[in-house]
Nanobody, 121 residues
Framework: QVQLVESGGGLVQPGGSLRLSCAASGSIFRIYTMAWYRQFPGKQRELVASVTDNGSTNYAASVKGQFTISRDNAKNTVSLQLNSLKPEDTAVYYC???????????????WGQGTQVTVSS
């Protein structure tokens, strides 16, 4: 079984920083794109940032220059550095990955359990 486990959320003051991490584990043949999404209360999940297996990144306009996504292919991990946090960044952040499991010729979309980020004084 393939699973994604996130860590690093919490409470931070406005202007502060957090680093979210996500590790993929299980019977994995290959990981394609890895990404972070966030979900505000009562809203649909939205893409924050993504990174392909060759390192190409993409950011939502609202976080460009504020958040940085990075990836360690050897460890099957993806991280999101959140800087200059604002109260409106408060959301549940989800890790997402496009993974081809071992002994499978298909890839699938996998999600982490979500981690709460709260920006408040």
């Amino acid at each position: 079984q393939v699973q994604l486990v996130e860590s690093g959320g919490g409470l931070v003051q406005p202007g502060g920083s957090l680093r979210l991490s996500c590790a993929a584990s299980g019977s994995i043949f290959r990981i394609y794109t890895m990404a972070w999404y966030r979900q505000f209360p009562g809203k649909q999940r939205e893409l924050v940032a993504s990174v392909t297996d060759n390192g190409s990144t993409n950011y939502a306009a609202s976080v460009k220059g504020q958040f940085t996504i990075s990836r360690d292919n050897a460890k099957n991990t993806v991280s999101l550095q959140l800087n200059s946090l604002k109260p409106e960044d408060t959301a549940v952040y989800y890790c997402n990955a496009n993974i081809r499991p071992l002994r499978s010729d298909r890839f699938g979309i996998y999600w982490g359990q979500g981690t709460q980020v709260t920006v408040s004084s």
